[in-house]
């Protein structure tokens, strides 16, 4: 295992869910997401326990499995929401064309946690969201800081904790931290 | 009602009232599906779902196949005693949270919706468009009935929504 990879995972296993009221977290790097994603997705699955629901913007949901395997990580009890890739699966729902359709993303997004917790209330829950940077090219600041707020309500209300993978210049940075309970930097 | 007909060859429907004729066109809607699909969903904007279940008691339809969600008013309940109701407050978010709510637990066979010129009051029209969208496509997608209901006040409002709305429905049926 590479040991930036170690380092961004124990970044991460010493910040996140550090406090029984943290719902909503930010993860902000300059070196892409991957890394990121991966390990915090091995840090909620395989260390806490969580299972959750990933929002497919930039890859699609078999880049995300082949990753999940290829780590060891359990795919069980996992969502994928692909936005504009054709592919399908049992645990994936298909939406839209391209990352532009949000009202479409929130209600199916939101819809597919509360099922989960429907399924399962006393689950530990998670939604993985690594593409604001790509939702921005589709959509204005103020409608995607506004899909933000709305995704982010409802996960609250869903006891469902959020992470948002994001750059350090994020346009929308801003109300991204200032809807997460906790900033982690992953530089 | 014709469009109970209608539902046996399409998906989606809009039906397009008078005014004046909407709550009792909307009521006996709602009766009708309940007597044709057994379980079935009614979101009602405007209408009291106090009024909706009253005439579905008298109906004879039970209280455990018909989910009501009416709009949250302040000092107003929004739903009767018994049976199955929500209320929304009428932000796109959070309708659809309760309607699916709904619809993934109880499985309805028809959703009976309006009048829709209430969501383009309290959401961005656009946003309203596309959570008709999404609603149509997913009642065509899991084989379920959707049923709008349109009571426009004026001849331009009334073209508008038809124009914008006709796009996500297999039919437009206008009931004078």
Not at chain 1, 9 to 16: A, C, G, P, T
Request: glycine share 6%; net charge neutral.
């Amino acid at each position: 295992m590479p040991t930036h990879f170690r380092d961004m995972q124990k970044k991460i296993s010493d910040s996140l869910l550090q406090s029984e009221v943290e719902q909503s977290a930010a993860l902000v790097t300059s070196k892409g997401a991957v890394a990121v994603d991966i390990s915090v997705l091995t840090f909620l699955a395989n260390e806490k326990g969580y299972k959750g629901v990933v929002l497919c913007i930039d890859r699609p949901h078999s880049f995300y499995v082949k990753m999940l395997e290829a780590n060891g990580v359990s795919q069980k009890g996992m969502r994928f929401i692909n936005v504009g890739f054709k592919e399908t699966g049992e645990n994936v729902t298909r939406i839209g064309d391209n990352p532009g359709d949000l009202t479409f993303i929130k209600i199916e997004l939101v819809r597919t946690a509360q099922k989960m917790r429907l399924d399962e209330p006393n689950a530990k829950l998670f939604v993985l969201n690594d593409a604001v940077t790509t939702m921005l090219l589709y959509s204005d600041e103020r409608t995607v800081g506004q899909f933000l707020h709305d995704v982010n309500n409802k996960l609250r209300e869903l006891d469902v904790y959020e992470v948002n993978v994001i750059e350090p210049e994020e346009k929308l940075g801003t109300i991204i931290r200032k809807l997460a309970d906790v900033v982690v930097d992953m530089d | 009602m014709a469009f109970i007909q209608e539902l046996k060859k399409k998906d989606v429907i809009l039906v397009n009232v008078q005014t004046n004729l909407f709550k009792k066109r909307f009521i006996a809607a709602a009766s009708e599906l309940a007597a044709e699909f057994g379980k079935v969903c009614v979101a009602s904007l405007e209408v009291p779902t106090m009024e909706i279940a009253a005439a579905l008691g008298k109906a004879g339809n039970g209280k455990k196949s018909i989910c009501l969600i009416g709009l949250a008013a302040p000092g107003k309940k929004a739903c009767p005693p018994g049976g199955t109701c929500a209320e929304s407050d009428g932000t796109i978010m959070d309708l659809s949270m309760v309607l699916y709510r709904f619809i993934d637990t109880t499985q309805p066979k028809a959703v009976l919706f309006g009048p829709i010129y209430v969501l383009g009051q309290r959401n961005d029209k656009m946003e309203a468009l596309k959570f008709i969208n999404y609603l149509a496509d997913d009642a065509r997608k899991s084989g379920r009935k959707l049923v709008l209901f349109c009571n426009c006040t004026t001849e331009t409002a009334r073209q508008d929504c038809l124009r914008d709305v006709n796009l996500f429905v297999d039919k437009v049926l206008e009931e004078k």
